[in-house]
């Protein structure tokens, strides 16, 4: 068996630590104030390492790095089948260090290495050959229009793109954001999040050894003022941004002045619909999964779980016991199936939900605690008779925290699914196909899963209605994130 077929090891190895730097044009450096912030380990609450802590001059010296790979690069101007080649040769050298980098994630977030191992780093590489292979496919049309002239359109890259991302999938975010950017030919500055800089960094340094030239991408760790300072700044073109609703907002008046383009991937409060003619089974294992997969911090959490009357009890015994059965403990360990919160402020927020869905008067079926001392694990909880009106039912509590809501019928679990200022995601479990498109038309989501949860694909668009997003991303449709498009009409008289 050679190397790269060989079962991975139960317990995996803790990584070494090789890139805390910021990345400009090419280089590694320290921030210019030489300042520095520490990314912790959430199950022993320890420092794993200082990373460098980019401000405001270094996002001006970023930009400006961006802006000339983007103007002489060469990259937006070099053969479309060299950039592809660039991206899948960047994917080649993910492949080849999985291991490290599913480990590095699991170390900074605290994600189950079975999870790393078997979604986020998969997923990663992935997500960069399918868009590697746009890279050279990106084209415009020709247009009849009226009179004696030739028309058609180009699609060019935007220029310049900042991209925020959160840090519950920090490197398949990484990977969302530049695969589409890169495939148009725009340049990047990127700011990963303050809990989970490293996997992004080990990517940077990937995307050097691959060949992409000095400043396509530039990596800036920090807080939410290094995101704000790349929103403002001037060189900027376009902002794709991942993380809550609530600084979307901020984005979006720091964005006005200069009309920055764009695309946001936002909160949800997901409804997970189970009609009492599903595969029971298959349902409770799916929303088990919808729910409590990467520790409840998914956008997409099915957090809204809407069980028909008739089946409610056998649906509420099951999932007790599929909760309870759920391994917490050593992320390393491969057994492992739920790790700790990604810091102290997402657990403490995570328990405030706790007590006000207890002090609403929902009924704790199972979990609603912490689980030891050290370490941000919180136990899998199960809420039933939840009602539309209570905070567990509207606001997003991105933890593994179920909320059960019976219903009736069908037009009723519509409007309720609806009921949310949410639309990112749903999902339906029933046999009966009318039913389920019934229900795919009619909920207000960017994604509906039927009989699934969860099933991701780079060249699947996902996104979200209302409040839950701007834009969508994967598939060809974000590559309208980086794109502008020209028409150019020629008289031909
Ligand atoms: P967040 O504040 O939206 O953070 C996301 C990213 O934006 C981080 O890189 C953050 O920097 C940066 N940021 C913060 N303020 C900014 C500003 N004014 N301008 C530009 N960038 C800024 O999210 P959070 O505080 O980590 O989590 C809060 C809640 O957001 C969660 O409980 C969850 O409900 C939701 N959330 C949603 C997603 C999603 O996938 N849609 C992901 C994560 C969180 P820092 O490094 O300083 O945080
Ligand atoms: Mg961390």
């Not at 997923?123 to 084209?139: F, H, M, N, T």
């Amino acid at each position: 068996m050679s190397a790269a077929t060989a079962a991975p090891p139960r317990k995996a190895a803790v990584p070494k630590i090789r890139q805390t730097k910021l990345l400009i044009g090419g280089e590694w450096c320290d921030a210019a104030s030489g300042k520095t912030f520490a990314t912790m380990n959430p199950v022993t609450e320890e420092k794993i390492a200082d990373v460098a802590y980019a401000g405001e001059a270094d996002v001006d010296r970023a930009v400006k790095a961006a802006r000339k790979a983007f103007e002489s690069g060469p990259w937006h101007t070099m053969d479309a089948r060299d950039r592809g080649r660039l991206m899948n040769r960047l994917a080649d050298l993910i492949e080849q260090n999985q291991e490290e980098l599913a480990a590095l994630e699991t170390l900074d977030n605290g994600k189950p290495i079975r999870d790393s191992r078997a979604a986020d780093i998969p997923l990663v590489i992935d997500c960069l050959r399918y868009y590697a292979g746009w890279a050279d496919k990106i084209s415009g049309q020709t247009i009849p229009i009226r009179g004696d002239y030739f028309c058609y359109t180009r699609r060019e890259p935007t220029g310049v793109a900042g991209q925020i991302i959160p840090w519950n999938f920090p490197a398949l975010m990484t990977a969302w954001k530049w695969g589409p950017a890169l495939a148009a030919g725009c340049t990047i500055v990127m700011k990963p999040a303050e809990q989970t800089p490293l996997s992004c960094l080990r990517l940077g340094e990937l995307a050097m050894e691959a060949g992409i030239p000095a400043g396509v991408i530039n990596i800036l760790p920090g807080f939410g003022d290094t995101g704000a300072a790349i929103v403002k700044h001037r060189g900027v073109d376009k902002i794709a941004f991942t993380g809550s609703t609530e600084t979307a907002q901020f984005i979006m008046r720091d964005a006005a002045p200069s009309l920055k383009r764009l695309t946001f991937e936002l909160g949800g409060k997901s409804p997970n619909i189970v009609f009492a003619d599903c595969d029971l089974d298959a349902a409770v294992a799916g929303s088990e999964f919808g729910l409590f997969f990467n520790q409840g911090q998914c956008c997409c959490a099915g957090s809204r779980v809407f069980v028909e009357e008739k089946i409610h009890a056998k649906f509420v015994e099951q999932i007790v016991s599929r909760a309870q059965a759920r391994k917490l403990g050593d992320p390393f360990d491969s057994e492992t199936t739920q790790g700790p919160q990604v810091d102290r402020d997402q657990f403490d927020k995570i328990m405030r939900y706790i007590e006000s869905g207890k002090n609403a008067g929902a009924e704790c079926l199972t979990g609603g605690q912490r689980v030891g001392d050290r370490g941000f694990f919180v136990a899998p909880t199960v809420f039933d008779r939840v009602t539309d009106d209570m905070e567990i039912a509207q606001d997003e509590i991105f933890g593994p925290v179920m909320s059960i809501l019976p219903f009736k019928n069908l037009d009723e679990v519509v409007q309720r699914a609806n009921t949310t200022c949410y639309g990112l995601a749903a999902a339906v479990w029933t046999r009966d196909v009318a039913k389920a498109h019934h229900i795919a038309n009619s909920v207000r989501a960017g994604t509906v899963w039927i009989n699934c949860y969860d099933v991701f694909d780079a060249a699947a668009p996902f996104g979200g209605f209302k409040m839950s997003g701007m834009g969508r991303e994967l598939g060809e449709a974000a590559l309208a994130n980086y794109t502008e498009l020209k028409t150019v009409t020629m008289n031909l008289k």
